[in-house]
Nanobody, 122 residues
Framework: QVQVVESGGGLVQAGGSQRLSCTAS????????MAWFRQAPGKEREFVAS????????VYADSVKGRFTISRSRAGNTVHLQLNGLRPEDTATYYC???????????????WGQGTQVTVSS
């Protein structure tokens, strides 16, 4: 099985920055893609950004494009999310998802971490 652990959340003032990290592990894990999602109280979970392992291509939600940057470290199956120009509406629990290669790719983002809280004050 796969274990996913996020870190780096905290309280930050509007206009500030935060850097989140996520590491996936498993005895036979081969990552196809990793992504960040977020969920605010009373709202549905929404896609934030993703990165593909084979070529490193990235996709961003329109709401964060130009402010957030996703990157990967293939050794250790680690992904980072740099959050710049934070706004109060970015306040949410941020979750890391993992999509496996091979047959597991059909599962989508099947494995998730516990989430890390980002709170942006006015």
């Amino acid at each position: 099985q796969v274990q996913v652990v996020e870190s780096g959340g905290g309280l930050v003032q509007a206009g500030g920055s935060q850097r989140l990290s996520c590491t996936a592990s498993g005895r036979t894990l081969q990552v196809y893609a990793m992504a960040w999602f977020r969920q605010a109280p009373g709202k549905e979970r929404e896609f934030v950004a993703s990165i593909r392992w084979p070529g490193g291509s990235t996709v961003y939600a329109d709401s964060v494009k130009g402010r957030f940057t996703i990157s990967r470290s293939r050794a250790g199956n680690t992904v980072h999310l740099q959050l710049n120009g934070l706004r109060p509406e970015d306040t949410a629990t941020y979750y890391c998802g993992v999509q496996r290669s091979g047959w597991g790719s059909s599962e989508g983002y099947k494995f998730w971490g516990q989430g890390t809280q980002v709170t942006v004050s006015s």
